[in-house]
């Protein structure tokens, strides 16, 4: 199912305390500037990289730039479908989902990144298109999240910007490492 290191460092993390720190990402920030640049700044990073250091596990339990970029199209697939279920039924539930049995189970590991990359950008593209386009009142519509409770349009597109630049700092930080090998 999950590996041991996230599994260990998500345990000791509430789903309370997961909002707070990656809300705390993008406080100050817009959100949707910050999600609009996202696939940009990802592209920068990997330029360069070849396949197998893409592919490369910074440590074990760790996932690799390929699996991070994996992640991040998956979970946009779901961000446009929990946006959209939100908007068209207001207060409706919103399914958790396992991110490390999605990691094992759609095989992250072989995935091609700049692949992953061209998904995401594609569907972050999509989604930002609609989210601009809701006026205040769907902004506020929300769903009921199975871990973290109530969450409206506008705190998941916060959410989402916080996620990338989490996930950015981390593709930042493998990407200095690779180059420098």
Not at 116 to 138: A, Q
Not at 162 to 174: C, S
Request: aromatic content about 6%; overall charge positive.
């Amino acid at each position: 199912m999950a590996t041991g290191a996230r599994t260990a460092q998500r345990l000791k993390e509430t789903p309370q305390e997961y909002t707070k720190r990656i809300l705390g990402f993008v406080e100050g920030k817009n959100p949707i500037t910050v999600q609009a640049a996202t696939a940009g700044k990802l592209a920068k990073l990997i330029r360069g990289l070849r396949p197998a250091q893409l592919r490369k596990a910074p440590a074990p339990g760790k996932w690799s730039i390929s699996q991070i970029l994996a992640h991040l199209a998956e979970a946009e697939i779901v961000v446009g479908w929990r946006i959209r279920c939100m908007i068209s039924a207001s207060g409706g539930p919103i399914q958790a989902f396992d991110q490390d049995a999605w990691a094992a189970n759609h095989r992250y590991e072989r995935t091609d990144a700049k692949r992953s990359l061209e998904v995401f950008r594609v569907l972050r593209e999509f989604n930002l298109s609609l989210i601009k386009s809701l006026n205040p009142e769907e902004l506020e519509r929300y769903g009921i999240h199975s871990e973290r409770g109530k969450e409206s349009v506008a705190h998941y597109t916060r959410m989402m910007a916080g996620h990338d630049l989490n996930h950015l700092a981390q593709v930042e930080r493998i990407a200095r490492d690779l180059r420098k090998r």
